[in-house]
């Protein structure tokens, strides 16, 4: 029985919808136990002053009514708080597996799917051979046969690029399943940089009360992640995120994360030609842009060589951004965290390759004086 692809491929969108819902719905109600413990724990303070009082008091005094109702009222709030605690981070365990099952389910059938494809390409590629091999002994036909040869060669060039489009999508699922993007907190010292991790988060809370703002590339769950451990890590530094969610089309936003600098014109300079010259002095949220850039290296790095760019810094004036087509307060960092880097993508893609990071070091294989580029 035949079954439309596009009504399957509508299928697995409202299951993924669906998983994604309740995800969702159990992170809030865990974010939202948290905050009863806090007031129930805040509750009970009245209660704990009137006692620490009464150490000193003589004769001691009873607690007020009104004192005893709010600390049994606290009371109530911690405890319930706790055990919503304890069963939405368990609720959220579950959802994320299976979401984790249903994205190797769709991996499965992209990886038979890419098997197809290649078969389809060798048998493709052999048709084309005996169709020229046909042509150069039919002397009656050579030139009817050679118009067929050279069709039977676009047809095989189509499908070689439709089968590249495939590989990449491919990969990028591979990439997101087997490597999510993650960032780290600041007393990780699983991958061996604890001390440099700490000296990088410690270099971003110089900056409090740095307003951000995240965009999100849409219906991605690894972007989405993303984006809220660099929500999480920001406020613990004292910042001030937020994500948004702009209308403007996907292709606007870069794989990888892109942090964007809101400044006054005064403070955007090209880099100085020559090295030798001082360096300019940077804005304040040139600065925490940079830190923030060296602190996400960590975790989501660069490997420019092979095409993958994790993290990259660009400069910004009044005028709107490229990738917004707007204009924010001036002093604002803005990110945009797209879909995970992938190995040799910029020739396929409509976007160019990322912005030059005029604090990047040159690498081994760039020219000693290369152009300036304004990001």
Same mark, same amino acid.
């Given at each position: 029985?035949?079954?439309?692809?596009?009504?399957?491929?509508?299928?697995?969108?409202? *299951?993924?919808?669906?998983?994604?819902?309740?995800? &969702?719905?159990?992170?809030?109600?865990?974010?939202?136990?948290?905050?009863? %413990?806090?007031?129930?724990?805040?509750?009970? $303070?009245?209660?704990?002053?009137?006692? %620490?009082?009464?150490?000193?008091?003589?004769?001691?005094?009873?607690?007020?009514?009104?004192?005893?109702?709010?600390?049994?009222?606290?009371?109530?709030?911690?405890?319930?708080? %706790?055990?919503?605690? $304890?069963?939405?981070? $368990?609720?959220?365990?579950?959802?994320?597996?299976?979401?984790? /099952?249903?994205?190797?389910?769709?991996? !499965?059938? #992209?990886?038979?799917? !890419?098997? &197809?494809?290649?078969?389809?390409?060798?048998?493709?590629? /052999?048709?084309?051979?005996? !169709?020229?091999?046909?042509?150069?002994?039919?002397?009656?036909?050579?030139? =009817? #046969? %050679?118009?067929?040869?050279?069709?039977?060669?676009?047809?095989?060039?189509?499908?070689?690029?439709?089968?590249?489009?495939?590989?990449?999508?491919?990969?990028?699922?591979?990439?997101?399943?087997?490597?999510?993007?993650?960032?780290?907190?600041?007393?990780?010292?699983?991958? $061996?940089?604890?001390?440099?991790? @700490?000296?990088?988060?410690?270099?971003?809370? @110089?900056?409090?009360?740095?307003?951000?703002?995240?965009?999100?590339?849409?219906? =991605?769950?690894?972007?989405?992640?993303?984006?809220?451990?660099?929500?999480?890590?920001?406020?613990?530094?004292?910042?001030?995120?937020?994500?948004?969610?702009?209308?403007?089309?996907?292709?606007?936003?870069?794989?990888?994360?892109?942090?964007?600098?809101?400044?006054?014109? &005064?403070?955007?300079?090209?880099?100085?030609?020559?090295? @030798?010259?001082?360096?300019?002095?940077?804005?304040?949220?040139?600065?925490?842009?940079?830190?923030? @850039?060296?602190?996400? &290296?960590?975790?989501?790095?660069?490997?420019?060589?092979?095409?993958?760019?994790?993290?990259?810094?660009?400069?910004?004036?009044?005028?709107?951004?490229?990738? /917004?087509?707007?204009?924010?307060?001036?002093? /604002?960092?803005?990110?945009?965290?797209?879909?995970?880097?992938?190995?040799?993508?910029?020739?396929?893609?409509?976007?160019?390759?990322?912005?030059?990071? *005029?604090? !990047?070091?040159?690498?081994?294989?760039?020219?000693?004086?290369?152009?300036?580029?304004?990001?």
């Amino acid at each position: 029985m035949y079954i439309d692809p596009e009504f399957l491929r509508q299928v697995d969108n409202v *299951i993924r919808f669906d998983l994604q819902s309740w995800r &969702d719905l159990f992170f809030h109600l865990l974010i939202w136990s948290s905050v009863f %413990v806090a007031i129930g724990v805040a509750l009970e $303070g009245p209660e704990v002053i009137h006692e %620490v009082r009464n150490i000193w008091r003589l004769p001691k005094l009873e607690a007020p009514s009104w004192i005893k109702l709010v600390g049994l009222l606290g009371w109530i709030l911690v405890v319930g708080g %706790v055990a919503g605690e $304890g069963v939405f981070e $368990g609720a959220l365990s579950v959802s994320d597996g299976q979401i984790q /099952t249903f994205d190797e389910i769709l991996l !499965a059938n #992209a990886q038979r799917q !890419a098997g &197809d494809a290649a078969d389809s390409a060798e048998r493709a590629n /052999t048709a084309a051979g005996d !169709a020229k091999t046909k042509a150069e002994s039919a002397d009656a036909a050579a030139g =009817n #046969a %050679v118009a067929k040869s050279d069709q039977a060669t676009h047809e095989v060039d189509a499908f070689h690029a439709e089968l590249h489009d495939s590989e990449i999508i491919l990969r990028e699922h591979i990439e997101a399943i087997a490597n999510p993007r993650h960032l780290r907190d600041e007393e990780d010292d699983t991958d $061996g940089n604890g001390e440099v991790r @700490k000296a990088r988060y410690a270099e971003v809370k @110089k900056y409090p009360r740095t307003r951000v703002l995240i965009q999100v590339f849409p219906e =991605n769950k690894d972007a989405s992640d993303l984006a809220d451990d660099i929500v999480l890590a920001l406020r613990s530094a004292g910042w001030n995120p937020r994500k948004i969610t702009e209308d403007i089309g996907p292709w606007l936003i870069p794989r990888g994360v892109l942090i964007e600098t809101q400044e006054n014109p &005064d403070f955007v300079h090209e880099p100085p030609p020559d090295p @030798k010259l001082p360096p300019v002095d940077l804005s304040e949220v040139r600065k925490a842009a940079s830190a923030l @850039k060296d602190l996400l &290296d960590l975790d989501l790095g660069r490997d420019s060589d092979k095409g993958r760019v994790g993290v990259r810094l660009a400069l910004n004036n009044s005028e709107p951004s490229m990738h /917004t087509l707007r204009t924010f307060r001036v002093g /604002t960092i803005f990110i945009l965290v797209g879909r995970p880097p992938v190995e040799n993508l910029w020739s396929s893609n409509f976007l160019s390759p990322p912005h030059p990071d *005029i604090n !990047a070091k040159p690498s081994k294989k760039s020219p000693k004086n290369p152009p300036s580029a304004k990001p």
